[in-house]
């Protein structure tokens, strides 16, 4: 169970290939090592996290775009007290693949 400050919540969207939005709240979380099998983007909404991934550190602050791409091991914790929020767009390879495809019609 999470404390009471922290909160994940995920929403799966059924359009086609499903994929999954998770806007979350940590304060102590801190994220071992781990990768997912989707290309994760987001947006930090409050705080601030650090990374690690790509063989270097990187720090992510209010308003920032996150992207990880399926497959890449990273790390994520609370750069201060205050912890972070994002926001994450989970999108299998097949909907990304769609999303730039130049067959897709406007």
Do not use: N
């Not at 169970?1 to 994929?19: I, K, N, Q, Y």
């Not at 270097?56 to 992207?67: C, K, N, P, R, V």
């Not at 390879?93 to 495809?101: E, K, Q």
């Amino acid at each position: 169970m999470l404390p009471r400050e922290e909160v994940a919540h995920v929403t799966v969207v059924h359009s086609g290939t499903s994929f999954e939005i998770l806007r979350g709240k940590y304060v102590r979380q801190r994220f071992a090592p781990h990768l997912h099998d989707t290309y994760a983007i987001g947006v930090m909404e409050s705080g601030a996290a650090r990374c690690v991934a790509r063989g270097s550190e990187s720090t992510h602050m209010q308003g920032d775009l996150i992207t990880i791409e399926p497959g890449e091991v990273h790390t994520g914790e609370p750069l201060t007290s205050e912890g972070w929020s994002y926001r994450m767009f989970y999108l299998p390879r097949d909907v990304m693949r769609r999303a730039t495809s130049s067959d897709t019609e406007p």
